[in-house]
């Protein structure tokens, strides 16, 4: 099983930026799917998540309006689309894919990404 995010960079304030994860190995469609960002000497926290079915996402209270988590037709690639970002955002962003357990809790993933940085300059 593979997760390989794509799309980290630079970004201004204000700006835009859209993550991929693709999957490989594994039906994303039998995974609940989430992202993941941990900043310098911060924890990871959780920002968005999608159901198995994609019917229903979540979103940290700290990201609300901003990011959109989304699963592409063929349920190969996973998307994390942020905008209005701030220098908060700055951070490694990871996805990650698990079976069973809650949605907000990193020790629920089976399966993770190898991380992607992005770093938000004000």
């Known amino acids: 099983v593979q997760l390989v995010e794509s799309g980290g960079g630079l970004a201004q304030a204000g700006g835009s930026l859209i993550f991929s994860c693709a999957a490989s190995?594994?039906?994303?469609?039998?995974?609940?799917m989430a992202w993941f960002r941990q900043a310098p000497g911060k924890e990871r926290e959780s920002v968005a998540a999608i159901s198995a079915s994609g019917g229903s996402t979540y979103n940290a209270d700290s990201v609300k309006g901003r990011f959109t988590i989304t699963r592409d037709k063929a349920r190969t690639t996973l998307y994390l689309r942020m905008n209005s970002l701030k220098p908060e955002d700055t951070a490694v962003y990871s996805c990650?894919?698990?079976?069973?357990?809650?949605?907000?809790?990193?020790?629920?993933?089976?399966?993770w990404g190898q991380g992607t940085q992005v770093t938000v300059s004000s």
């Open positions: 990650a894919a698990r079976l069973t357990g809650s949605t907000w809790d990193d020790l629920s993933y089976d399966y």
């Open positions: 190995g594994l039906t994303i469609s039998s995974y609940a």
